[in-house]
């Protein structure tokens, strides 16, 4: 069975300019999430997905990040503009139903670096 | 919201020595998660605990829930143990609810 794909594995830009990263979560998981991990903590939730919905986006700093999940499989998250401190590892998980006794299985993350 | 705290931060370790990480946390929780994060950045699941005991192979975790804490347990410890080891919980009952994860603890295996 695969896993989580992530893309790309990497990415360097300047401040103010955006990036898209992109997730494919396991095939037939329902629920998706969006973590952001900067470096020295652990992994802290933007956006989780149930199907196509958006289930919870409270830690979304939604005047520059957008995320979406067409069609209830992929999902992209964009930043617009970016700032230095959005320096980080962007990782995607996927559960089965995203029932709170689930197993989330991570991807291998995409790290950005905001100069 | 729920607190998650693990100590120790960092512990380094010759190959072969045990170790104990501990995880304590702040509510009654549903969901507890332990993961490795190995030096790539991958995450990767070891345990789903809540409560009780698991194990496997080297590596065991106890849960107890009504003290709020948890243990993950590293016997005969081997260089590909080193990481980042994350303790991650969830509250709530149906529905949905979200992962808190701790700071971690960075352990270093040298041969």
Redesign the interface.
Known sequence: EAGVAQSPRYKIIEKRQSVAFWCNPISGHA?LYWYQQIL??????LI?F?NNGV??DSQLPKDRFSAERLKGVDSTLKIQPAKLEDSA?Y?C?SSLA?????????G??T?LLVL | GIQ?EQSPPDLILQEGANSTLRCNFSDSV??L?W?HQNP??????LF?I?SGTKQNGRLSATTVATERYSLLYISSSQTTDSGVY?C?V??????????T????TMLLVSP
């Open positions: 629920t020295g903590q652990g992994p802290k939730l989780q149930q289930v919870d590892v990782l998980a995203g029932g709170p006794r689930e197993t989330q299985y991570f291998p993350g790290r | 998650v549903n969901n998660q993961f790539w950045g991958q995450l990767i699941n789903y809540p994350f991650a969830a509250v709530g009952g149906s529905g949905y609810s979200t992962l994860f701790g700071k971690g």
